[in-house]
Every structure is written in structure tokens, then in C-alpha cells.
């Protein structure tokens, strides 16, 4: 486990995750953990292998391994994938993002992405606005101020990750449940950063003043749905 301030807590209707990706990144670039991730995404597919009724696998695209996408997808029948910013400096315009992402929306595959800073959430929100069939999962509900901003027609296929409650206070997931509905939000838990990180996230969904069946949808029935999940 990673300790964490929680940020959310001091601020929560503000923005905490712009500094804390700064950070982040920062670390990360230090100690050239992207080179690790083709071990993680076998590793996670053992599992899936392992444990095929419990484990769903999100591949992690790089631009070392962006290539190899389609053929893994051919043996590992991978459920999402993923996009960190933090852990690897790129643009969203560049042709490795684009081109996979064109790829899952071709095979409706759901792509989280953790966006490194609010610039770079505008170009997402353009990019979505150009690739409606993309289905697109924001990391953190990072930036969901810029989304409001835009019609609501243009993100049929966005969701936000709740992850997690050191970052994502009850006021904001609020906001953007009034906003959006609770059809969008997904929880998420962000393990290994934070103490009882997975615990407190589910406890502060929970207590959301909002309808059981809508707590349902957010705390699980919404993923479920979107990786085909038969509960």
C-alpha cells in the first residue's frame, strides 16, 4: 500500500489531481517503470488464465508495445485497455493513441485513460467529440468541470472512474452525477494507493443521497455491463 494525503478532503470540489499527476509523473520518469508494463499485462493475463471467472485483464498500450496490440488481442481476448500519461509522456493526437483507440471503438472495446493535465483533457474532449463510437473511461474524474461544459449528446459513450476517495470527494461524484447520471460513473479503487482505499471508496458511495438501483449501477452494475458481465 502506498500512503496518500487525502487531497479530496481539503478540497473537494476543487481540482487535485493536476498536482498530484505532476508528482507523479515526475517519479515515475525517474525510475523508467514504463519499461515494466509488457511483464504486467502477461502477468495479469496468467491470472485471467488462472482464474477466468474472477479476473477481467486491461491491457496497457505504450508506444513501445502499441504494435503488438491487435496480435495480443488474438491470444489474450483482453477485456479494456488502458492509456497512462502519467507513466508515459505523449499527446493524445499523436498516431499510436489514435490509431488503437480506433481500433477498440472498432471492436468495442472499452479505453481508460489516466489524462496527464488539463490541456491535454481538452484534446480528449475533442477527440471524443470526433470518435462518438469510442467507448472512453476518464481516470479520476479528472477535468469533468471541461466535459460539463460541453453538450451532453457528445458523450453517449464516456464514463469517470471514481478512483478513488483520496482524490474523488462525495461533493465532486455528486457533480457529476447530477450532471451525467449515475449510468456513467464507475467506481473504482486505484489499489495499491491509499489505505483502505478500495474500502473507503465503496463506503463513500454508499452514502451518496441518491437511489438504491443508482448506487447499484455506479458500485458495479455499469462495468458489468460495458465488459459484457452476465450477473
Known amino acids: 500500500t502506498y500512503p496518500l494525503k487525502n487531497l479530496a478532503k481539503k478540497n473537494p470540489l476543487g481540482d487535485v489531481v493536476s498536482k498530484n499527476n505532476r508528482t507523479t509523473g515526475f517519479m515515475i520518469s525517474l525510475i523508467g517503470a514504463i519499461k515494466e508494463i509488457p511483464k504486467g499485462n502477461e502477468y495479469v493475463y496468467q491470472l485471467k488464465c488462472a482464474l477466468p471467472d474472477k479476473v477481467k485483464q486491461c491491457y496497457w498500450v505504450t508506444q513501445a508495445n502499441w504494435k503488438d496490440v491487435q496480435k495480443d488481442y488474438q491470444r489474450m481476448h483482453f477485456d479494456t485497455i488502458k492509456f497512462h500519461q502519467c507513466w ?120 451518496l443521497d441518491i437511489p438504491a438501483e443508482d448506487k447499484h449501477r455506479i458500485l458495479g452494475l455499469n462495468m458489468a455491463n460495458l465488459l459484457s458481465v452476465v450477473l
Open 88 to 207: 508515459e509522456k505523449f499527446d493524445l493526437e499523436d498516431e499510436f493513441f489514435v490509431k488503437t483507440v480506433e481500433w477498440a471503438a472498432e471492436n468495442q472495446i472499452p479505453v481508460f485513460v489516466h489524462v496527464h493535465d488539463l490541456a491535454q483533457m481538452k484534446k480528449m474532449i475533442s477527440f471524443i467529440k470526433k470518435h462518438p463510437k469510442a467507448i472512453m473511461i476518464i481516470g479520476h474524474l479528472y477535468g469533468v468541470e471541461l466535459f460539463m461544459e460541453e453538450e451532453k449528446e457528445y458523450f453517449q459513450n464516456t464514463y469517470f472512474d471514481l478512483s478513488n476517495s483520496y482524490f474523488v470527494s462525495s461533493e465532486r461524484t455528486m457533480l457529476a452525477y447530477e450532471h451525467f447520471g449515475a449510468r456513467h460513473l464507475l467506481m473504482g479503487s486505484d489499489t495499491p494507493y491509499g489505505k483502505r482505499s478500495l474500502e473507503s471508496t465503496i463506503r463513500q458511495i454508499s452514502d
